[in-house]
């Protein structure tokens, strides 16, 4: 397998058989607005797909179509410099400005720089190696830099609290004993001593949901739609290590 670093999204993967001696391309043409341009700067083949990096972002080719990943609305639009797989279920990316991780099984991303203790130096990485003890070494602009911690020691984010909640616009002072009304707009804000702030992602899931949703922010709107009890369970993520508070 092999791929070239400059195309017009028509030529840039080819593969030589081992009975051959030429390596024909398998590209799928890529339809690329006026202003963009395909780099390609490495690849990887995982869950019988394979992963580019790209000045497009993450592409993924499962040998019928081409995609463009969405890896998080906070980094779209970001190149990916290089690509990493992780053992277990995804790759650690190396962009211009941040390390981020996606996890290919659930389809998720987000950023992982912090957790390694690599806050500020992963500027302009430009390529990705995991050691045999798992840690991260990471080639940039400034030099090459090691993480501290192994890529598998998860440290645990603090637990998210409730900071204050509106009734229709009215303070509720006492959370676990007020009766409310259905058919209301209830207002939550949920907090979490975790920094950097900006690295923090809030989820949350009603009775009976077995599936997150992420928080815009740190604050829910609900219509409470039924009588009876309910709850909301919130929780923290940063790097992929959630702690649970329900709430």
């Not at 400005?97 to 659930?106: A, C, G, T």
Request: glycine letters at 6%.
């Amino acid at each position: 397998m092999a791929f070239t670093p400059f195309s017009n999204g028509a030529d840039y993967l080819f593969h030589k058989p081992y009975n051959d001696t030429v390596f024909h391309s398998i590209s799928i043409p890529i339809e690329l607005k006026a202003e963009e341009k395909l780099n390609t700067f490495g690849f990887f083949i995982k869950e019988k797909s394979i992963w580019l990096a790209t000045s497009l972002g993450l592409l993924e080719y499962d040998h019928k179509t081409v995609k463009r990943v969405q890896i998080d609305p906070s980094y779209s639009g970001l190149p990916i410099r290089s690509i990493c797989p992780n053992e277990q279920s995804g790759f650690i990316l190396a962009t211009p400005k941040e390390l981020l991780y996606y996890d290919v099984q659930n389809s998720d991303g987000n950023l992982f720089a912090s957790s390694m203790n690599l806050s500020g130096l992963t500027v302009n990485a430009r390529s990705l190696l995991i050691s045999r003890d798992k840690k991260v070494w990471i080639g940039t602009s400034r030099g090459v830099y090691r993480s501290s911690r192994s890529i598998d020691d998860k440290s645990k984010t603090p637990q998210p609290q409730l900071a204050f909640a509106n009734a229709d616009r009215k303070r509720i002072s006492h959370f676990g004993t007020t009766v409310l009304p259905y058919n209301i707009l209830l207002s939550m804000t949920v907090t979490s001593v975790t920094f950097p702030e900006e690295e923090r992602l809030f989820e949350f899931r009603r009775s009976n949901d077995q599936k997150w949703n992420r928080l815009n922010g740190s604050t829910i709107d609900i219509i409470t739609s039924r009588p009876g009890e309910q709850s909301i369970e919130f929780r923290t993520r940063k790097n992929r290590s959630p702690t649970i508070g329900v709430m």
